[in-house]
C-alpha cells in the first residue's frame, strides 16, 4: 500500500521524508519521489522502483537538501503505469503546487475535462494529478470565492472612493474548494511555493496522523514514519484536514468548520506500531483480510458497469491476453496467496501457472519462454 510523508520544521526536510518513506516501505509500493520548497520554489524528484534509486538521484541536489518544507510518496498505482511521471508528487501546470496523494479519485476524467478545458495540460496518467490542477485553479482565482467582497461592499468603496485591498490568496480554502469537488478517498498533503511555510493535509477514507514536534510537524500515513521524532499526534477523521505553518496548527473539516484535536500520545515501540496491536504478523495479517481486499478491489472493481479495470497493467492488456503461462514469485503469505492465485488462474482462464519462492527464483536460471507472465 502505499505511503505518505510530510514535513515542516526547521531542520532539512530530505532526510526526514526519506527516513519516513523507508519506515512506510513495509506495506510494499512502485514508485517514489519527494518535493521540497526551497528559495520560493518547487524543487521535485521522482523515480520507478525502489526508495534506494530516489536517494540515488537525490545525491548533491543542494536545494532540495536544503528545505525545511516538503511531502513524499511512495505509490501503489491504480491509474497509470508505475512510471516516473506518474510518481507522486504531481504538480500543477505553475509547478508551485504539489501533491501527494493517497486513494482513488472516482470522478477525476470528468474533472479532468473541466480542467484541460480551462487550458490546464496533464503530464500523468493518474487520477491523483487533477488535485493538483484543481486546487491550483481555485487558488489562483481565489476572488471568485464566496467570501469575496459582497456587491454592496464594492459599491462602498467605489463611493467612498477607497480602493478595495486585494484580499489574500488562501491555500486552505483552495484545498477545501477543490475536496469538495471529488468523489473518492484520499489521504493527501499539499506544499506551496506561494506559501512556502505551509504544509497541508486531509483525509478521507485514507489514514493520515500528525506528530507534533517542538517546531515541527510531521504528517504520515502511518505513525511508523512519526515515533522516531515524536510520541505526541493527532489523529485526523473522515473530512478533517490539518493546515500546519510557523504559527502553529489548525484543524478544520473540509466545510471549514474548526475542530479542536487532542493531542494522543503514542504508547507503542516502532515495532509494536507495524504489528498494530496483534501478537504476531501471522495474526496481523488474518485479521487485515477484509480490509486488504477492500483496498485491492477498491477503484478497480466498476460495479455498475460490471467491469474490471487494472490501471497499474491496463497498457500491457494486448500482450496479457497471449499469455500461455503464469509464474508467481512470493514469500511467505504472499507465496501461499499465490496458490490460491494458481487455483483460480487455471480454474477460471485454463493458463498453467506455478508459484515459486521469489528468494530462490532470483538465484535459478528459470526457463521463461515467450508468452509467460512472471
Ligand atoms: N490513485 C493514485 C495513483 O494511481 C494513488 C495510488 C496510491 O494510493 O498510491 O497514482
Redesign the pocket.
Given at each position: 500500500?502505499?505511503?505518505i510523508v510530510g514535513y515542516v520544521g526547521r531542520k532539512s526536510a530530505k532526510p526526514i521524508l526519506i527516513e519516513g518513506l523507508k519506515r512506510l516501505e513495509y506495506r510494499g509500493?512502485d514508485s517514489a519521489g519527494i518535493a521540497v520548497v526551497h528559495d520560493g520554489r518547487l524543487h521535485v524528484c521522482k523515480s520507478a522502483g525502489r526508495i534506494t534509486g530516489l536517494e540515488e538521484r537525490l545525491d548533491g541536489n543542494a536545494e532540495i537538501q536544503a528545505g525545511a518544507v516538503g511531502v513524499a510518496?511512495?505509490?501503489?498505482?491504480?491509474?497509470?503505469p508505475p512510471t516516473e511521471e506518474?510518481?507522486?508528487p504531481?504538480t500543477d501546470c505553475t509547478g508551485r503546487i504539489a501533491v501527494v496523494?493517497?486513494?482513488?479519485?472516482e470522478n477525476y476524467s470528468a474533472l479532468k475535462q473541466v480542467l484541460e478545458d480551462k487550458g490546464h495540460t496533464f503530464g500523468?496518467?493518474?487520477?491523483?494529478?487533477v488535485l493538483a490542477h484543481l486546487i491550483s485553479e481555485f487558488y489562483r482565482n481565489d476572488e471568485n470565492d464566496d467570501n469575496a467582497p459582497s456587491e454592496r461592499q464594492v459599491l462602498r468603496d467605489n463611493i467612498t472612493g477607497e480602493t478595495p485591498v486585494p484580499r489574500p490568496r488562501d491555500l486552505a480554502r483552495a484545498v477545501q474548494q477543490a475536496l469538495r469537488e471529488v468523489a473518492g478517498t484520499y489521504?493527501l498533503a499539499v506544499v506551496c511555493a506561494d506559501e512556502p511555510g505551509m504544509i497541508i493535509a486531509a483525509r478521507k477514507g485514507?489514514p493520515l496522523i500528525i506528530g507534533v514536534g517542538a517546531d515541527e510537524y510531521i504528517v504520515a500515513s502511518d505513525a511508523s514514519a512519526i515515533v522516531e521524532h515524536t510520541v505526541n499526534v493527532i489523529y485526523l477523521n473522515d473530512n478533517e484536514m490539518a493546515v500546519m505553518d510557523e504559527t502553529g496548527l489548525r484543524t478544520l473539516t473540509i466545510d471549514n468548520v474548526p475542530v479542536s484535536k487532542q493531542v494522543q500520545q503514542i504508547e507503542w515501540s516502532l515495532e509494536q506500531i507495524a504489528l498494530g496491536g496483534f501478537e504476531h504478523f501471522m495474526l496481523k495479517e488474518i485479521f487485515e483480510q477484509p480490509e486488504a481486499l477492500r483496498n485491492s478491489c477498491r477503484?478497480r472493481l466498476d460495479l455498475r458497469e460490471n467491469r474490471i479495470q487494472l490501471?497499474?497493467i491496463a497498457h500491457l492488456s494486448r500482450e496479457l491476453v497471449k499469455t500461455r503461462r503464469i509464474v508467481l514469485t512470493a514469500c511467505g503469505t504472499a507465496w501461499h496467496a499465490g496458490l490460491i492465485g494458481e487455483y483460480l488462474f487455471e480454474d477460471l482462464a485454463r493458463i498453467p501457472t506455478e508459484v515459486e519462492y521469489a528468494s530462490e527464483f532470483r538465484y535459478r536460471n528459470p526457463i521463461i519462454e515467450n508468452h509467460t507472465v512472471v
Open positions: 500500500m502505499c505511503g509500493y510518496h511512495t505509490r501503489w498505482a491504480t491509474h497509470g506518474n510518481a507522486h504531481h496523494h493517497n486513494g482513488i479519485i500523468s496518467d493518474t487520477d491523483s494529478e489521504g485514507s477503484g490501471g497499474g
